[in-house]
């Protein structure tokens, strides 16, 4: 019997808008030492899904495996993270997504519910008050596809 997923969670790279990286470079980070985060390295990227600046889908962790993304949600949600969130030259969380990254995202939710007809979508902000994750709100988003 495969994992139950009741949750979609929306996060975001955390990157300034000319950083276009996608899975391949986010699992890189996830899997390798941190010496600011000794729960690392991951065995494997932490996100399901990675949005990229020009709207290309990456799969990351098999969707059957629970990700590392949200801390106590992680066994019955699906991770995506959108590249980008960060303002160009300063730290500051900024949405600055791309309409090619909200047209993917939509394609993403519309695939995602057709096997999860019931799934949660939300934002990480929306489990973690912490955070600025996504950059927007996910709730509102989702409410208007």
Same mark, same amino acid.
């Given at each position: ?13 955390? =990157? $300034?808008?000319?950083?276009? %990286? ?6 890189? *980070?996830? =899997?390798? $030492? !941190? $010496?600011? !985060?000794?729960?690392?390295? *991951? #065995? !494997? %990227?932490?996100?399901? *899904? ?5 709207? +290309?889908?990456?799969? +990351? #962790? ?13 066994? =019955?949600? %699906?991770?995506?993270? @959108?590249? +980008?969130?960060?303002? &160009?030259? !300063?730290?500051?969380? &900024?949405?600055?997504?791309? +309409? ?7 394609? @993403? ?7 999860? $007809?019931?799934? &949660? ?5 929306? *489990? ?11 709730? &509102? ?5």
């Amino acid at each position: 019997m495969g994992r139950v997923v009741s949750k979609l969670i929306i996060h975001c790279s955390y =990157t $300034p808008p000319s950083m276009d %990286i996608g899975a391949a470079e986010i699992r890189q *980070w996830h =899997t390798s $030492p !941190d $010496p600011n !985060d000794p729960s690392k390295p *991951w #065995r !494997d %990227i932490g996100y399901h *899904w990675v949005i990229r600046r020009r709207g +290309g889908i990456e799969p +990351g #962790r098999r969707e059957a495996v629970a990700g590392a993304h949200t801390r106590g949600q992680n066994a =019955t949600s %699906i991770g995506v993270c @959108l590249v +980008g969130g960060m303002a &160009e030259g !300063d730290r500051r969380p &900024e949405c600055n997504f791309t +309409g090619a990254q909200y047209d993917a995202l939509c394609k @993403l939710i519309r695939q995602i519910r057709s096997r999860y $007809p019931n799934i &949660e979508i939300s934002g990480h902000s929306d *489990w973690d008050r912490g955070r600025a994750c996504p950059t927007f709100n996910a709730k &509102e988003f989702v409410a208007c596809l």
